[in-house]
């Protein structure tokens, strides 16, 4: 197994403990300090009971010592005894920790409306925190996947002042993937100095071009979850809201959430293609974002993507549907870089050119729509007969 240094002070480790079968399914990260915490969480109206304990924690608490995470249970819709487990794993994991309960967040993904079995986590809570390690984050990676294919990890090392950096980011995904947010659960950990109002600034930044850039089936998960810690122990100057160590700070946060973001897009599940759909010339970024994701989450565009179909028609009638004012006749599209109508005429292509798109294994989607300054791009994958064949049969 590859071995990830975590930054300075920070400790992980994921195990089985018999939630699922046979892979690993408890992870817990841990900071020897306390550390200033930003976190963003599900916009959907059903929240699982982690989501809405993290979210009252975080407003009367945002110093975090730790993080303990299951997967195979989501402990949603499971009502005030979803409450009363989730408050019950942070507590042992506090006391395990010899931490206070207040500087433990939790988060669970799984099946929804399934009671959460807290017998096993208990009884594997000795062994997880034996294991702690500066060298477990492959460990704990490995302990929140679902029906992910891999594990998703990306890491930087960058410089602030004369101080090094380090940061790292985790996260599970493969499916009920949709902007707002689209991330299912992500932690980045780092050992930079940075403000509590810079971290939350930087956070939200780093998210509008990534988790909340992808897209896989259009489904919102109930437990999303997106968490960064900051605990110091770099040594660097106090990086502020602004200015250049701010710059850098956010320049590798960007990096690191875009990877495992398009990740989670590699791993949608059944996917055989990834693919980018850029908007240019909107009015507005909000109005390229909304038909970007119209293509995006459209079947018929990832059925085309597919079976390598240049229909090029239904990335207009997917624009046309989102909503957003634009003249069909200024538009230009163009897919895996060849043209095929540009400002309201279809453009006469030899055959050898229009058999090639769509025929790797990543493609492009590309509009212009002549009409302002706004642009943006989103992430999605193809959907095939096995993404139905697994999301078929997922609780039984």
């Known amino acids: 197994m590859v071995s990830i240094r975590l930054p300075k002070g920070f400790l ?3 195990i089985h403990c018999g939630l699922k079968k046979k892979r690993k399914d408890l992870s817990l990260f841990y900071s020897e300090k306390a550390c200033r915490c930003a976190a963003l969480f599900t916009t959907n109206a059903v929240k ?3 989501v809405i ?13 730790a993080i303990l995470v299951n997967s195979g249970n989501a402990n949603c819709m499971t009502g005030k005894r979803g409450l009363d487990d989730a408050k019950k794993m942070a507590r042992k994991t506090a006391a395990a920790l010899n931490i206070p309960e207040s500087t433990v967040l939790v988060s669970s993904t799984g099946i929804i409306g399934k009671p959460m079995q807290t017998g096993p986590i208990m009884s594997g809570m000795s062994k997880l925190v034996r294991g702690l390690s500066p060298d477990g984050l492959i460990h704990a990676a490995e302990g929140i996947m679902t029906t992910d294919r891999f594990y998703k990890v990306s890491t930087r090392r960058f410089v602030i002042g004369d101080k090094k950096v380090a940061m790292v980011g985790v996260a599970k995904g493969a499916g009920m993937v949709n902007p707002n947010m689209a991330t299912l659960l992500g932690y980045i950990l780092t050992d930079a100095d940075i403000s509590k109002k810079a971290l939350d600034k930087a956070l939200s930044m780093s998210n509008e071009t990534s988790f909340n850039s992808i897209t896989v089936d259009g489904d919102m998960s109930t437990n999303d979850t997106v968490a960064l810690l900051a605990n110091g122990e770099a040594g660097n100057r106090s990086i502020k809201g602004k200015g250049r ?7 590798n946060l960007n990096g690191v959430m875009l990877d495992l973001a398009k990740m989670i897009v590699r791993d949608g599940e059944g996917a055989t293609k990834f693919f980018e ?6 009015r507005t970024k909000a109005e390229a974002k909304k038909a970007a994701d119209a293509i995006a989450n459209s079947i018929l565009m990832k059925c085309a993507v597919l079976g390598g179909d240049p229909n090029w028609g239904r990335v207009a009638s997917s624009i046309g549907a989102s909503g957003i004012r634009f003249n069909p006749d200024l538009m230009d599209v163009k897919l895996d870089g060849v043209m ?3 400002k309201g005429k279809v453009v006469s292509l030899k055959k050898g050119k229009v058999r090639s798109v769509f ?5 492009d989607i590309e509009v212009n729509l002549h009409l ?3 642009e943006a791009v989103v992430y999605t994958c193809d959907i095939s007969k096995k993404y139905i064949t697994l999301n078929s049969f997922y609780t039984t």
């Open 359 to 363: 025929k790797k294994k990543n493609a």
């Open 277 to 282: 759909v850029k908007v240019r010339g909107a």
């Open 48 to 50: 699982a009971a982690p």
């Open 372 to 374: 302002g300054t706004g």
């Open 245 to 251: 160590d701010f710059d850098i700070f956010l320049n």
């Open 12 to 14: 992980a480790n994921g």
């Open 340 to 342: 095929f109508f540009k």
């Open 53 to 65: 304990l993290g979210q009252k924690l975080l407003k009367k608490n945002p110093a975090i010592r």
